[in-house]
């Protein structure tokens, strides 16, 4: 089993395009469980390992573009604190929800995008930022709305030969918020979450939801009801009920041994209610 | 005790808190656990588990597996020398199925082989053919007679009624409810392991384990094995914790029979996932109570029906029972009662052991019934309680007489004297401040403040003439004072009461254990708050003999009579001639060698109607839980924990309240997180991802009294402390989360189940009208 | 349990010294090739999949659990363990305030647990209580309900007042 330590992207893409089985580890709190439970890693397989590639490692703010974009082996902890909690509130709020310290420490946005788990709390953030996904290949390069990147549980329309290299973070001006449930009060997994993000300059707001269906979910009917609301100051209860209501209709829960379907949906309503409501007085209290 | 009491406070002496020996080690990483074991020519074991709940095999065939390179052995129900059986009260539990198997879980094979990884290839390989059939997974269908019987000793492990005074008298008052607790798993987080090495000669067998009771374990060992019990002998691996989960037998048998048959030495661990296939669970019971009061709301009666759920084998199911339907009256005096109970047979994980050991079960019913009642009664929680609190000589509904201490007035006081938290909802900016904690889930609008009281009686040792007793052995030779006992240390810290227990009985400061195996007598199980009793009388009665033993050799010495001469502090004191001797010195040159088996008094089996006073002593404890709960959500943080608990004697003050807030953070968990989920028979969360025990971030902070009021039955005057706080303090964060709902909507329904699942909460307000609070 | 024996030998630099592996299996844990091919048992397993935090270990100075690391993909990282943490026969501060607060009963949470206090004293000298519980959230611990071991960590961070 070799183990392959590309020190760039061009090097790792082209240990990708070789033909053989592979499994490509950065953070490795993902991957890693699955080895130790048995999944075990094959005579010839390859171990492309990315921690030595720097640029995956690191962050800029194009201010040109007015994009924030991550390489894909940013660790938790960096996205939860300091100048990427400034510049995009919700992606820290939801990094810093990740598992524990360790974990943090340890585990990457392009992880929980590969391994896209609906539960993912990054990749619940990410669908709401409207992030795009740069994926190398040795074959080029292709750019992918992460939200259309995640098509199923586990399931992404990365190639054997890819590699998300960073994400493209439009930042936008306006509130934004991750919130999550968990049973626990850290280390939990979600078992609803949702992320609102709010763009004033174009108008319009996204909200995502987490653990609700077999992939993160918008809700294309109630995110212009929650434009309306925050931006026009047109709420009330019975808007915010309407909003709660086309919230839970978009869920698409199931029963399992974590929460009942029933419980997800009415959660995911709560949480979606809560954000607007944040963000509500987030603009109340920037215009006083 | 007069000796005990007058030892000086500096020195590390009973009522102190000295360091536990073990900690440096500890804390360096060099404290060899069970899993850190290992031996020259070591191979691996691991075991072969039904997949399936309940099913015929039909065929089983190894030859696959022991055709893989590196494997040393399989062995299966026909390799079994001795008895394929085990149990600890019934032996009903094959060491390998034979043709059934009866929860998903039950070892069918071993194997041995040169890695972990060959061992998981061969248990891969090895085939069998099941034949599926039903799964019997409701408790209530097992008391069905219709229902097939899925063990030859049948699906009712148990029935126990308890018929006291006059069963149909009734009350002015009446509250009745039914309850359900889950299925809680002990979670100690050293792995199940150990280290088998055969003797040379292939006749006996040494085993390095994590246990609870090394003698027991060698009896059951030994007959699976066909063996002499003296040819098996036990050492008592550094074990990461117990909560009752060590009680039965796991790996014990598979490890010594893999490394009798390959004639090395066996290191056999569980997983994570296969531990909470491998050792027994707390048993979920559903429970009916009604309770009759006056309309000042004094008990008249108590009535219940138990039904425990005992998984597959009887393990410790029958003692289970009895330790609930015989405290169904809690701490309050009652002279009438119906009780019926039962443990069944089905087909979910075996239960037995946890800490509490059924009384969790009953107090979470109780102390449920005495809400209501109080509600029904205008009184408040408290008042009612204090009206009924039960006081040393009265009657149990066992018609047994509490002869114990029993400060239950005490507790309930001290414990509503603690005080409260001073930081109203949501203080800080932090988010662990509030439910939800890191998941920024809760604003402090969201949040209703509720406080809750419950009090609990547990039983102490064991029970219904059980002959339970402790051996310790005190030598002095050389200068060198020594104890040696079998006692399971499990991380409760007999370790140091030992040594302070020594120092104060004997006088000297440096007291040297020895190992703890199977070479002194049996100390019983470290359960049932049981130790710092039973081992603590044998150590101190050894103690004591070796220190007469001293003295009398100085009096011979000295001419004088051994009874002129005393022990005070650290010197032997002739008050008439007026000179002393230093203990240290005292010792040189003397040879003593001391054994001490204490018991306590005997207690008798029930009878029919559950009559009898088959406990020893009792404990008892207040807990008063205040937690803030999101109520839209469901989502609780306890906030803070105060408890007053009888402990009769605190030998070690810190160790009492590591024993106090560990306790507690296990009945929080079976409050609010904690429960093994299993669908039709099949477990869904045996991992940590999704079994989930509390955090630092879930655990509040404790306000702690102890209420010291010495026991005259008890040899040190100090009862078990470790499992009072692990059973009221669920019943009391429940009454806590009943409190924060009840505030928001009055009529919400009152949650009746542990743990309380975020959809219990929101159920609660199911079909209610909208109130003022609600958006 | 990971795949077959890679005949492949591998060096580590554990503690600051540069040890050789050999004979690990493929892909194995960090955690399983201190435990069983370095004979560093101190490092503790309870549920390999990052959720104890039994097993933490610092690696280029970040607190992580050593079961979610592939040993082979770190020969080129400083690795330390609880054995370095002092040296024999010493105890750390934070060693000698878990064993002066009864921070320790069954002990096997308390190598990580250390190794996770002695990186948050580190970082943040100063923390507070509810930082403190955000800061070892990661570290189980089923024996003390945690409340002996917030004392022990808030004797070392007053301490660092004085």
């Known amino acids: ?266 959660a995911v309503g709560v949480l979606a209610r809560r954000l607007v409501t944040r963000a509500i007085s987030a603009r109340e209290e920037n215009n006083t | 005790m007069s000796d005990v009491i007058a030892a000086t406070r500096e020195r590390a002496v009973l009522g102190t808190s000295p360091t536990r020996p073990d900690a440096p080690a500890k804390v360096s990483g060099q404290f060899d656990f069970a899993s850190d074991l290992t031996a020259d020519g070591a191979v691996w074991g691991a075991t072969l588990r039904s997949p399936h709940p309940h099913a015929r095999i039909r065929s089983l065939d190894i030859s696959p597996a022991l055709a893989i390179d590196g494997v040393r052995t399989v062995l299966t129900a026909d390799d079994v020398p001795g008895t394929n059986s085990f149990g600890l009260i019934s032996s009903d539990q094959p060491v390998f199925a034979v043709d059934i198997v009866r929860f998903v879980g039950e070892p069918v094979a071993a194997v041995a082989a040169d890695d972990p990884e060959t061992c998981r290839r061969a248990l891969e390989a090895i085939i069998v053919d099941y034949e599926i059939l039903p799964a019997l997974i409701d408790p209530e269908a097992a008391l069905d007679p219709a229902t097939p019987a899925i063990h030859p000793l049948g699906n009712v492990v148990r029935h126990q009624r308890i018929i006291c005074g006059d069963p149909d008298i009734n009350g002015e008052v009446t509250v009745e409810g039914d309850y359900e607790i889950g299925m809680q798993d002990q979670a100690f987080l050293g792995l199940e392991a150990a280290l088998a090495i055969p003797d040379a000669d292939g006749t006996g067998i040494e085993l390095q384990i994590a246990t609870q009771w090394l003698h027991e374990d060698r009896q059951q060992i030994a007959r699976c094995l066909g063996l002499p019990e003296e040819s098996v002998r036990l050492t008592l691996a550094g074990v990461g914790g117990a909560f009752g989960g060590r009680e039965d037998i796991s790996l014990q048998v598979h490890a010594c029979l893999l490394a009798l048959r390959v004639g090395r030495p066996i290191r056999m661990h569980y997983s994570r996932s296969e531990s909470f296939l491998g050792h027994v669970h707390r048993h979920p019971a559903r429970i009916w109570m009604r309770h009759h009061a006056d309309r000042n709301g004094h008990l008249v009666k108590v009535e219940a029906r138990y039904v425990f759920d005992g998984g597959a084998y009887a393990s410790t199911s029958s003692a289970v029972l009895i330790n609930a339907v015989t405290h169904t009256q809690g701490p309050y005096r009652c002279e009438n009662a119906v009780v019926d109970g039962y443990a069944v047979r089905t ?75 001073d930081k109203a909802v949501g203080h800080g900016d932090h988010p662990y401040s509030l439910p939800g904690g890191a998941g920024l889930t809760t604003d402090t609008t969201d949040v209703v403040r509720g406080i809750g009281y419950a009090v609990s009686i547990k039983n102490l040792m064991y029970s219904e003439g059980f002959d339970d007793y402790s051996t310790a052995r005190c030598t002095i030779e050389n200068g060198v004072v020594s104890i040696k006992f079998a006692t399971a240390e499990v991380g409760q810290g007999f370790v140091t009461l030992a040594g302070q227990i020594a120092r104060s009985v004997l006088g000297v400061d440096e007291v040297v254990l020895e190992p703890i195996d199977t070479g002194v007598g049996s ?111 469901g989502l609780v943080k306890v906030v803070q924990i105060a408890t007053a608990q009888d402990v009769g004697r605190a030998l070690n003050p810190i160790s009492v309240i590591g024993q106090i807030e560990g306790g507690i953070a296990q009945g929080l968990g079976l409050a609010v997180m904690e429960e093994i989920v299993q669908v039709d028979g099949v477990i869904r969360n045996a991992s940590f991802t999704d079994y989930l025990l509390p955090t630092i971030a879930d655990m509040p902070p404790v306000e702690i009294a102890l209420i010291e009021e010495p026991d005259p039955e008890a040899p040190l005057g100090a009862k078990g402390v470790g499992e009072p706080p692990t059973i009221s303090s669920t019943p009391a964060i429940v009454a806590a989360i009943r409190d924060a709902i009840a505030q928001r909507h009055p009529e919400a329904t009152p949650l009746s189940r542990v743990p309380v699942r975020p959809s219990d909460v929101v159920d609660a307000f199911r079909g209610l009208r909208p109130t003022d609070h609600d958006r | ?117 002695s990186d948050l004293i580190d970082r943040q000298p100063n923390a507070d209580r509810e930082t403190i519980r955000e800061e070892l959230a990661g570290n189980l611990c089923r024996c003390t309900g945690y409340g002996r071991i917030i004392a022990a960590v808030e004797s070392l961070l007053n301490e660092g007042d004085l």
């Not at chain 1, 390992?49 to 800029?60: F, K, P, V, Y």
């Not at chain 1, 763009?199 to 707001?205: A, C, P, T, V």
């Not at chain 2, 087909?347 to 019934?369: D, I, K, T, W, Y």
């Not at chain 2, 008042?383 to 309930?412: F, H, K, W, Y």
């Open chain 1, 1 to 266: 089993m070799p183990v392959f330590h590309p020190i760039d992207v061009d090097e790792a893409v082209e240990l990708l395009a070789r033909r053989g089985p592979r499994r490509i580890l950065a953070g490795g709190t993902d991957e890693m469980v699955r080895i130790n439970h048995g999944a075990a890693v094959g005579e010839g397989e390859e171990i492309v390992c990315l921690n030595n590639i720097t640029e995956l490692r690191s962050w800029a703010f194009e201010s040109d573009r007015g994009v924030l974009v991550i390489g894909a082996a940013v660790p938790w902890t960096e996205l939860a604190s300091g100048a990427i909690a400034t510049l995009c509130p919700s992606l820290a709020e939801a990094a810093r929800t990740v598992g524990s310290p360790q974990i943090r420490n340890a585990g990457t946005l392009g992880g929980n995008v590969a391994t896209a788990s609906p539960a993912g709390d990054g990749l619940c953030a990410a669908v709401a930022l409207d992030a795009v996904a740069v994926i190398r290949s040795a074959a080029g390069s292709r750019r992918v709305p992460v939200a259309e990147l995640v098509t199923g549980p586990k399931q992404t329309g990365l190639g054997p030969e890819e590699l998300i290299t960073s994400f493209e973070i439009p930042l936008t001006e306006g509130y934004q918020g991750y919130a999550k449930v968990g049973v626990r009060n850290a280390m939990v997994i979600s078992i609803a979450g949702a992320c609102l993000v709010v763009d004033e300059q174009h108008g319009i707001s996204r909200l995502a939801l987490g653990s609700v269906g077999p992939t993160i979910l918008r809700c294309p009917e109630a995110e212009p009801l929650i434009t309306d609301v925050i931006l026009n100051r047109s709420g009330n209860t019975a808007r915010l009920d309407e909003i709660v209501d086309s919230v839970r209709s978009a869920a698409r829960p199931i029963d399992d041994h974590r929460a009942t379907a029933d419980y997800r949906r009415h």
């Open chain 2, 523 to 633: 100390a019983g199980s470290t359960s049932a708050s049981r130790q710092t009793w039973m081992s603590g009388g044998a150590v101190k009665e050894a103690c004591e003999l070796a220190r007469d033993s001293v003295i009398a050799s100085v009096a011979l010495a000295r001419g004088v009579e051994p009874g002129q001469l005393e022990l005070l502090g650290t010197e032997i004191v002739d008050p008439i001639d007026g000179w002393r001797i230093a203990m240290t010195d005292a010792i040189q040159g003397v040879s003593v060698n001391e054994e001490a088996v204490y018991r306590h008094r005997p207690t008798v089996a029930l009878n029919e109607l559950g009559q009898g006073a088959c406990h020893t002593a009792f404990a008892f404890a207040a807990h008063r839980a205040v937690v803030d709960v999101d109520v839209e959500l």
């Open chain 2, 347 to 421: 087909n979910h994980l075996p239960c037995g052991a946890m800490r509490g050991f059924g009384v969790v079960q009953a107090c979470f019913a109780h102390e449920s019934q005495m809400d209501r009642l109080a509600a029904a009664c205008g009184l408040d929680v408290l008042e009612i309680r204090r009206r009924n609190a039960m006081e040393s000589g009265d009657r149990l509904i066992t018609g047994q007489t509490v002869t114990s201490v029993a400060p239950v007035r005490r507790c309930i006081d001290e414990t509503e004297a603690l005080p409260l938290p």
């Open chain 3, 1 to 117: 349990m990971t795949g077959s024996k890679d005949d492949r030998e591998f060096e580590l630099t554990v503690n600051g010294k540069r040890l050789t592996v050999s004979g690990a299996p493929v892909g194995a844990s960090l955690l399983s090739v201190l435990r069983d091919n370095l004979g560093l048992t101190g490092t503790k397993g309870a549920c390999e999949e990052g959720e104890c935090g039994s097993c933490s270990v610092m690696l280029d100075g970040n607190l992580v659990c050593a079961c979610l690391v592939m040993a082979s993909t770190v020969t080129e990282a400083s690795i330390a363990t609880i054995e370095g943490l002092a040296p024999s026969g010493t105890l750390s501060r934070v060693q000698e305030a878990f064993v002066d607060h009864g921070a320790v009963q069954c002990g096997f949470c308390t190598p990580g647990l250390i190794m996770a206090v």
